[in-house]
């Protein structure tokens, strides 16, 4: 029950913490990407060897979340438009990919994300705080007599 909610917090505090290791690096190289924070730390190599890595980590998680956007749509527009013959996986990735990742590749400063980037970690908190509430409250009628709810008051 309460490992998600814990397992959630950790890895959110592990993404602080490099995106605040990777803020103080470009502080410290006045640089402007992660590539130049390594090349100008490492060397020009390492530098080569990090966009690399990076190419082929986007690449695969666009892929992935083509593949999870796709897996759920295709079920919602089957049951809108049950006789449409536009309703396909490929139609669904081709339309995900142009409405939605090919602005995303126009934006030359990644700085303009910053606001959304802020919201979708407040989002996954509330997120979370609204599962494990509904969770709680499952345990809580599963239990006899609100035992959990007993003991969770007593602990604070």
């Given amino acids: ?5 814990f397992l959630n917090i950790f890895f959110c505090g592990i993404i602080l913490l490099t995106l605040h290791a990777t803020g103080r690096a470009q502080k410290h190289t006045n640089t402007g ?4 924070i390594v090349g100008k730390m490492l060397g020009p190599r390492w530098g080569n060897l990090a966009m690399a890595l990076q190419l082929f980590f986007l690449i695969g998680a666009c892929v992935a979340m083509q593949v999870i956007v796709s897996d759920q749509l295709l079920p919602l527009l ?3 438009f049950p006789n449409a013959a536009w309703v396909s996986r490929e139609a669904v990735i081709l339309t995900n990919s142009f409405v939605v990742l090919l602005p995303l590749s126009f934006i030359r400063n990644i700085q303009a994300m ?4 802020t919201f979708s970690i407040f989002a996954i908190f509330f997120t979370l705080g609204v599962l494990s509430s509904c969770e709680m409250e ?3 009628a599963i239990l ?3 035992l959990l709810s007993t003991v969770l ?3 604070l």
């Fill in 1 to 5: 029950l309460l490992l998600g909610f």
């Fill in 33 to 36: 990407n992660y590539q130049a």
């Fill in 78 to 80: 089957r049951q809108c």
């Fill in 114 to 117: 910053s606001p959304l980037a």
């Fill in 138 to 140: 499952l345990v809580d």
């Fill in 144 to 146: 006899p007599l609100g």
């Fill in 153 to 155: 008051l007593q602990m």
